[in-house]
Structures are given as structure tokens and as C-alpha cells.
């Protein structure tokens, strides 16, 4: 099947820690982001990545990092300098610039985030 | 920049009857308009789209229409089940390549039996 993964489905973390989410996919994208979703709110972008090497921060990106050294994945670390990070984080993927227009934004089934 | 709004917020109707969510949009440079659907606890999933040299598109129960002049596009479903509840998000590309996108907030969308 292809898709978009993301892994834990479910994860605590203690305040103070550093907690990395995965996101896996094989639908051979190059551009894959990430957002988080409080309740009863919209997606807010946090890192975007257009190509293997390069990501650029979105509109949240203080307390968070992302490396994208495979152009499968691209794994988000909430640091402890995020004051806020209980939320729900979805990982997405487009076809990217190679897709020659905007193209179809696809979802993983996201990873939601306590901090204890 | 871009910024979109989505109305209502909550909408109720009884299975079979249709609804309508509308949406707004800021930057007249976008051209591309998805609709996706959220259940509890999951992804949103992609539903339909739209782009801007189109002002109609249907797939089954479902429709978008988009009139580039006023900005403003809306999703139209018909015959509304109880498996449509959910919130559903509208979003408009923003960006030089068009590669990103503004989310509306949502509507929540309950289908009464």
C-alpha cells in the first residue's frame, strides 16, 4: 500500500524532554510537511521540505526542529523549548516542484502529543 | 498574506438534506482550492478539489464551486448521510510554486438521523 506513516500514534512525554515524531512515506514525493492541530482549530504549518537536504520553517517553528536526509522521511523534534506542545501533529506530502503545479496535498494519520 | 475563513463554524442537518460550507480567500494568486474531510482522531482525507481555471467540479454526492472574481469557493453536499459527519477544512495554495497552503478553521458538520 502507499501512503503516508507516522509512528507513535500515541505519545507522552515528561516537560523538559525532547520527543522526536516519525513520518515515513513511499509515494516518492519530494515535498513533505508538517503541521499540528489544537481542538477545535485549523492546521498550522510548521517545517516544510521541497527537496532531500532543505526545509524551511513555517508559521510555528520556534521549539521545533526537522531534518530530511531521505526523501522518504522527515522526522519532527519537539523540543523542550516548546511551550505548548500538546497538540495533534500531521505529517503531509505533495509531489513537489517536479509536479510542474500545485498538487494534492496527502495526509498521515497524525500523532498526538501529550506532555505529562 | 493569505488568509482564508470558513463558514459556518458548526452546521446540523437531518440525513438527506443538503449542506453548504463556504469559504473566503485573501490572495488572488492562488490556484488551487482542496476540500478535506477530518474524522475523530484521524488525517484529514482529501475529498475534492478545484483550480481556479475551472468554476465547477462534481464528484458523486459531493461539489465545489469557485468564482475567482469575488474569491470565494464552496463545497455542496447533497443527500447527507450520518457517515458525513465530520469537520471538514477548505484550503487555497499560496506560495510561489503554489506548494503550500492556508487551512480554514473548520466546520463541524453533524448529520441528525
Known amino acids: 500500500d502507499g501512503g503516508i506513516t507516522q509512528s507513535p500514534k500515541y505519545l507522552f512525554r515528561k516537560e523538559g524532554q525532547n520527543v522526536t515524531l516519525s513520518c515515513e512515506q513511499n509515494l516518492n514525493h519530494d515535498a513533505m510537511y508538517w503541521y499540528r492541530q489544537d481542538p477545535g482549530q485549523g492546521l498550522r504549518l510548521i517545517y516544510y521540505s521541497q527537496i532531500v537536504n532543505d526545509f524551511q520553517k513555517g508559521d510555528i517553528a520556534e521549539g521545533y526542529s526537522v531534518s530530511r536526509e531521505k526523501k522518504e522521511s522527515f522526522p519532527l523534534t519537539v523540543t523542550s523549548a516548546q511551550k505548548n506542545p500538546t497538540a495533534f501533529y500531521l505529517c503531509?506530502?505533495?509531489?513537489?516542484?517536479?509536479?510542474?503545479?500545485?498538487?494534492?496535498?496527502?495526509f498521515g494519520p497524525g500523532t498526538r502529543l501529550t506532555v505529562l | 498574506g493569505e488568509n482564508v475563513e470558513q463558514h459556518p463554524s458548526t452546521l446540523s442537518v437531518q440525513e438527506g438534506d443538503s449542506a453548504v460550507i463556504k469559504c473566503t480567500y485573501s490572495?488572488?494568486?492562488?490556484?488551487?482550492f482542496p476540500w478535506y474531510k477530518q474524522e475523530l482522531g484521524k488525517g484529514p482525507q482529501l475529498i475534492i478539489d478545484i483550480r481556479s481555471n475551472v468554476g465547477e467540479k462534481k464528484d458523486q454526492r459531493i461539489a465545489v464551486t469557485l468564482n475567482k472574481t469575488a474569491k470565494h469557493f464552496s463545497l455542496h453536499i447533497t443527500e447527507t448521510q450520518p457517515e458525513d459527519s465530520a469537520v471538514y477544512f477548505c484550503a487555497a495554495s499560496i506560495g510561489n510554486y503554489g506548494q503550500n497552503f492556508v487551512f480554514g478553521p473548520g466546520t463541524r458538520l453533524s448529520v441528525l438521523p
Open positions: 490572495d488572488s494568486a492562488s490556484n488551487y
Open positions: 503531509a506530502s505533495t509531489l513537489g516542484l517536479a509536479g510542474g503545479s500545485t498538487d494534492t496535498q496527502y
